[in-house]
T-cell receptor, first 114, second 115 residues
Framework: NAGVTQTPKFQVLKTGQSMTLQCAQDMNHNSMYWYRQDPGMGLRLIYYSASEGTTDKGEVPNGYNVSRLNKREFSLRLESAAPSQTSVYFC?????????????FGQGTRLTVV | AQSVTQLGSHVSVSEGALVLLRCNYSSSVPPYLFWYVQYPNQGLQLLLKYTTGATLVKGINGFEAEFKKSETSFHLTKPSAHMSDAAEYFCAVTVTTSGTYKYIFGTGTRLKVLA
C-alpha cells in the first residue's frame, strides 16, 4: 500500500541550482497537487493537475514548473533555487468526486537552499 | 473566495481534558470540509470530513467535528486528550475553479498535551 511516494526525502541545494522533486501515486487518482509548508503559513498550493495533460497554477507558483508525466506521476521543478524556496514540499492526490473525497499526502521533501 | 480560518496557532491542554480546535469557513456554496493531522516529520493524515448529511462527523482516534452552518464553523473536539494527540491539525475546504477542485488549508493549530 504505497499510496503517494515522494523522492527525495531531504535535499540541500545551493542558490541557483536546479532540481526536480518526484511524486507518484498508485491509487489511480486523476488529480494531483503540490504544496509547500512553512511555519505559521499552513500549506500553500503551488500547482495542481486535474487530469493527465493538464496543469494549473495555485497560490504560489512563481519559481516553479510542473509536469504531469502520466496519470501516476507529477513532478515539481525548481529551475534556479532561491533561499526563499527553503520549505517542506508535499505532493497529494485525490479521486475528487465532486470535491467530496479527501486528498492523500506523501511524506514530504524537506528542501534547504543555502 | 472560499477559505478557512483556524483560531489559535498553539493550543495546550492537560492529559484527559477536552480538546477544542476551532475552524471557521467562508463559502458561498455548501462547503466540503476536512480535518487533517500531521505528526512530526510526517505527511498529513485525514481525521474526518463533512460532505453532506449528518452534521456531527466522527473520525479516527476519538475525534469528532460538528458542521454549523449558522456559525460557519467546523470545530474539532475530543472529550479526553491523550499524549499521543500532540500534533499539528489542519482544517481544509475544497474550492472549485472552472470545474476543477483544489484543497485550501488553514494555517494550522499545534496541539500540546501536558502530563
Amino acid at each position: 500500500n504505497a499510496g503517494v511516494t515522494q523522492t527525495p526525502k531531504f535535499q540541500v541545494l545551493k542558490t541557483g541550482q536546479s532540481m526536480t522533486l518526484q511524486c507518484a501515486q498508485d491509487m489511480n487518482h486523476n488529480s494531483m497537487y503540490w504544496y509547500r509548508q512553512d511555519p505559521g503559513m499552513g500549506l500553500r498550493l503551488i500547482y495542481y493537475s486535474a487530469s493527465e495533460g493538464t496543469t494549473d497554477k495555485g497560490e504560489v507558483p512563481n519559481g516553479y514548473n510542473v509536469s504531469r508525466l502520466n496519470k501516476r506521476e507529477f513532478s515539481l521543478r525548481l529551475e534556479s533555487a532561491a533561499p526563499s524556496q527553503t520549505s517542506v514540499y508535499f505532493c497529494a492526490s485525490s479521486g475528487l468526486t465532486g470535491g467530496r473525497t479527501e486528498a492523500f499526502f506523501g511524506q514530504g521533501t524537506r528542501l534547504t537552499v543555502v | 473566495a472560499q477559505s478557512v480560518t483556524q483560531l489559535g496557532s498553539h493550543v495546550s491542554v492537560s492529559e484527559g481534558a477536552l480538546v477544542l480546535l476551532r475552524c471557521n469557513y467562508s463559502s458561498s456554496v455548501p462547503p466540503y470540509l476536512f480535518w487533517y493531522v500531521q505528526y512530526p516529520n510526517q505527511g498529513l493524515q485525514l481525521l474526518l470530513k463533512y460532505t453532506t448529511g449528518a452534521t456531527l462527523v466522527k473520525g479516527i482516534n476519538g475525534f469528532e467535528a460538528e458542521f454549523k452552518k449558522s456559525e460557519t464553523s467546523f470545530h474539532l473536539t475530543k472529550p479526553s486528550a491523550h499524549m499521543s494527540d500532540a500534533a499539528e491539525y489542519f482544517c481544509a475546504v475544497t474550492v472549485t475553479t472552472s470545474g476543477t477542485y483544489k484543497y485550501i488549508f488553514g494555517t494550522g493549530t499545534r496541539l500540546k498535551v501536558l502530563a
